[in-house]
């Protein structure tokens, strides 16, 4: 996958640290951090301020015995540093080693295997004046191509040309003067750089509901950027069909012509077609235009379409090899590939057309809604329990979601994850047949949790307000976040809970998470998850949840604490800090001198992250423990008393 590296500005910069921390939760895969007339002092304050979770995607040019202190991701050598070696440099397990190459003999000749290296000046330099570009793109795509190593084009690299750099054969790219030259803008230009585009190819439905308009509202949610192309203009509703005018090819490939020096599509979405004919000529355009584009196709075989083309081997044979994925849901695999759709018969089809087909489970009967992915790389299926009401168009939102997310550079298998959660909270976004998404950035999440005072967590409702009833409440209150604790409800309850308190909380602007239960907090798109040391480890959270999610790790020693951050949790719950009532089986009371000890030892090993103390800790306790250097109060009675007294 093609990575993006911000490198960090030459001078020390004021709030420098959380800046990055801020490119880091903007989705910066990677930050390089080059401070050539730095001291050792100022690059430890510089890494000490970056969230640990983030420490391994830092690779550092110089001082580079700091890169293992502080667990980062990689060392990068100078031109002058690689040219007095013969050897890989040994680090620790799992650091990467890159170098800055200035010309084809360089990269030729390099002495050892580095992760990958930098060829600069690509373009102008934005930063450096007067360092200009040494290289025509056109000319640098054939070497390129015969180069075995990883090459990152460095020099120049802006928003207007960084979509070249893929296609000439770069596998990355690292940025200076795009991000750094506008003061206090780099988060806002991250952004516009790391937008990928999709095309998005099919019908046009006046309700917004299904065809382009609809996958345009899909790829915006997941922050990509979608053209809407349209093959038709439909007349329906939500309930009717009434009819089709259909555009043709050329009139299709026009519309995609107008915009192809705007748009450098990753992957194109192919909705309601006509016919194969018009299919074809659309991928051999596509293919001719965009060489790299990958198609997704959702075949869309309602008889009003007047396909027949899954019944003829041969047009079958033409069109699915042109295809990357196909997503259809279960009456149209059986139409495309006949009744049996078996894990072997799917696996078969999938091989002799270099396939991959996720198969919609929406469809199917009973409580549980299981899609089926089958590609080169295995099977998996995706269970979710079934949730809110059938709703028109989320076939396409489905195969929209998907398109989104393989370009924004996850792969199959997260993406059709990724799909099936998006499609099944629109499921529960409104009681018509139209789906209204609301859109809430879990990054956005990430970030606030160092301004929350107040966590609230819920209590069985029994003599107590209805739980749901308690997340307002709290929220009125002022709490910035709420775990949903629900320790003797089944999934079902807490699932139909979690959806309401979710909405309850982003509308109060607060952040909502699970306890315990990851598999909930997927399914509902909870900002996270808190996990006590007997629930799921924090890695396979991580892996479950992904990288924008929160996860909390409860911890009652300073040795807990150092490996759940170690592990990337997002915060410690630390108590108890007095006996409460409210969990069984407490551990061992800490009172204001086990906080002390455990912020000692977490800012001795540079691993500070937001703590919330917890454990019947009531009003007249905050000043105190929030004066150690807390970040915030974790607690359930204090504001369930007081919802109790104000009602
Ligand atoms: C913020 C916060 N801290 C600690 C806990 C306790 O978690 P755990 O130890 O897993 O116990 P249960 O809450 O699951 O009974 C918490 N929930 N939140
Ligand atoms: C979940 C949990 N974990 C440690 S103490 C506690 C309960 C917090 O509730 P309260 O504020 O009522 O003591
Ligand atoms: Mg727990």
Redesign the pocket.
Known sequence: MFETIVITSPEVIKNEAERINLLFLAGCPKVHVRKPNADRGDIVSLLSGITPRFRNRVVLSGFHDLAELFHLGGIHLSSSEWHQMSERPSLYPGATVSASCHSIEEIDHFPFDADYLYLSPIFDSISKEGYKSQYSLESLTPILQNIKRRVYALGGVSEQNIHKLPQAGFAGAAVLGAIWSTEGMEVMKLKTLLTPHILTIGGLDPTGGAGITKDVAVAGDFGVRAYPIATAITYQNEETYLGTDWLTPEEIIKQIDAVKHSSYPQVAKIGLIENVLTLQALFTYLKSVFPYIKIVWDPILKSSTGKTFHRDPKEMQEVLCNVDVITPNLPEARLLFGEDLSLEALNRISKSYDLSILCKGGHCEGNIVSDQLVCSEGNTTFNLLRSGSSKHGTGCAHSSALSASLALGYTLEESASKAQIYVSSLMRSSDTLLSTPKVWNSSRSLFMLRDVKHMF?T?PAKGNPSVLMQVELACRMGAQAVQL?MKDATDEEMIEVAYSAREICHLHGAIFTI?DRVHIARQVRADGVHL?QQDTDIAEARRILGDDAIIGR?CNTPQEAVEAVKEGADYL?V??YRF????KK??EVLGLEGYRKMLDVLHKEHLEVPIFA????TEEDEPEILSLGVTGI?????F?RKMKCDR
């Open positions: 967590i209590h604790r306890n006590g409860t719950g108590g108890p409460t009532k409210t969990k407490l551990a917890i454990g019947g800790i974790a607690l359930s009675g204090d369930i």
